[in-house]
T-cell receptor, first 115, second 109 residues
């Protein structure tokens, strides 16, 4: 099936650990995104890559580092996890980022719980 | 940046019509998206408006007034499965989506 997939779906870890979330899309899109949805359900963009190049970088702690090995993958690595990092992280992709008029397709989300 | 405001919750009965309003204050505004998100699931695309006016898609319609910084999503013939959060999001020319906090629609029998 064509889709945006993320692994893992659930991630429970201790404060201070380092973890990664992987995202893959087989829609042939050029642009991929990471969003954070907190407990109040506010969905906020973190990063965007277009053809492996960073184009959006919101005010996110530098403990968060995205990596795009190719345009079909955008992984998120988080160092020194904190309690406030607990949230659902959504990956998304779209056909072309510039122009702003392209529907974004979201992955199923990764629920991160930091203890 | 963009500020997006929408009501927190709305309740309506099956078969009724509900209108979810969204106001925005933006810089570099390019267009406005509406997404639907069921609990525990990913947001899914409903509509996109870039020009003023009404876009109709089956039971769902979306309206945009750029001069007023205003949009609404109209849900007709409500069904129980329409109970979800509806997210208003402004986009700039880079494709950056700025979401509102979402409006939880509760459909009652």
């Amino acid at each position: 099936d064509t889709a945006v997939s993320q692994t893992p779906k659930y991630l429970v870890t201790q404060m201070g650990n380092d973890k990664s979330i992987k995202c893959e899309q087989n829609l042939g899109h050029d642009t991929m995104y990471w969003y954070k949805q907190d407990s109040k359900k506010f969905l906020k963009i973190m990063f965007s890559y277009n053809n492996k190049e960073l184009i959006i970088n919101e005010t996110v702690p530098n403990r968060f580092s995205p990596k795009s090995p190719d345009k079909a993958h955008l992984n998120l690595h988080i160092n020194s996890l904190e309690l406030g990092d607990s949230a659902v992280y959504f990956c998304a992709s779209s056909q072309v980022g510039a122009g702003g008029d392209n529907e974004q397709f979201f992955g199923p989300g990764t629920r991160l719980t930091v203890l | 940046g963009q500020n997006i405001d929408q009501p927190t919750e709305m309740t309506a009965t099956e078969g009724a019509i509900v209108q979810i309003n969204c106001t925005y204050q933006t810089s570099g505004f390019n267009g406005l998206f509406w997404y639907q998100q069921h609990a525990g699931e990913a947001p899914t695309f409903l509509s996109y408006n870039v020009l003023d006016g009404l876009e109709e898609k089956g039971r769902f319609s979306s309206f945009l007034s750029r001069s007023k910084g205003y949009s609404y999503l109209l849900l007709k013939e409500l069904q129980m499965k329409d109970s979800a959060s509806y997210l208003c999001a402004g986009t700039d020319s880079w494709g950056k989506l700025q979401f509102g906090a979402g409006t939880q629609v509760v459909v009652t029998p």
